[in-house]
T-cell receptor, first 116, second 114 residues
Framework: DVKVTQSSRYLVKRTGEKVFLECVQD?????MFWYRQDPGLGLRLIYF???????EKGDIPEGYSVSREKKERFSLILESASTNQTSMYLC???????????????FGPGTRLTVL | TQLLEQSPQFLSIQEGENLTVYCNSS?????LQWYRQEPGEGPVLLVT?????EVKKLKRLTFQFGDARKDSSLHITAAQTGDTGLYLC??????????????FGQGTILTVHP
């Protein structure tokens, strides 16, 4: 059974704190993604990684950074958390096949982050 | 930037009713996926449609991909309370350096009342 796990289900942080969100997948997938989910806005891509130590900006990368030191682990970092980063954060992974249009993304359960 | 407009944003219906959710774009996608998300969980893939005009059925759910591959619909027949959840459409733009990125619609929150 495929599995994407996220380090915390709920997190409360203060403005200005550095926040780490961890994601681990056990499917040996090449691709990993970080999204934030806000009501009425769907899922918006923050960053993704297609290989170890590789990263690409998504649609809303400002205020975030990522790290992928091992294939199975993808971390999202909020360098200095702000209240507008209060959101649900979802991690996903997929096995990329070039020119394929049927790749499935497997999601973790999400981390609900509140920044006070 | 490719955009997917999903409608309606909210649907509240009685058990046994039929419903349709729409997903529209001005861009062409190589495939369109539908995901379902339950509270406290991540989205889970329901179906992928690839060919323009394609229709796929999953029990009471019917998915259609527009001929021009710019729009899609999800039709549920005789909704049940277990269908309650958030439905998301997502467009896939394969090839080049896309690395399997998806563009998501805003989502439709479906509530089916007994």
């Amino acid at each position: 059974d495929v599995k994407v796990t996220q380090s915390s289900r709920y997190l409360v942080k203060r403005t200005g704190e550095k926040v780490f969100l961890e994601c681990v997948q056990d499917m040996d997938h090449e691709n990993m993604f970080w999204y934030r989910q806000d009501p009425g806005l769907g899922l918006r891509l923050i960053y993704f990684s297609y290989d170890v130590k590789m990263k690409e900006k998504g649609d809303i990368p400002e205020g975030y950074s990522v790290s992928r030191e091992k294939k199975e682990r993808f971390s999202l970092i909020l360098e200095s958390a702000s209240t507008n980063q209060t959101s649900m954060y979802l991690c996903a992974s997929s096995s990329y096949r070039r020119f394929s249009s049927t790749d499935t993304q497997y999601f973790g359960p999400g981390t609900r982050l509140t920044v006070l | 930037t490719q955009l997917l407009e999903q409608s309606p944003q909210f649907l509240s219906i009685q058990e046994g009713e039929n419903l349709t959710v729409y997903c529209n774009s001005s861009s062409v996608f190589s495939s369109l996926q539908w995901y379902r998300q339950e509270p406290g969980e991540g989205p889970v893939l329901l179906v992928t449609v690839v060919t323009g005009g394609e229709v796929k059925k999953l029990k009471r759910l019917t998915f259609q991909f527009g001929d021009a591959r710019k729009d899609s619909s999800l039709h549920i027949t005789a909704a049940q309370t277990g269908d309650t959840g958030l439905y998301l459409c997502a467009g896939h733009n394969a090839g080049g350096t896309s690395y399997g990125k998806l563009t998501f619609g805003q989502g439709t929150i479906l509530t089916v009342h007994p």
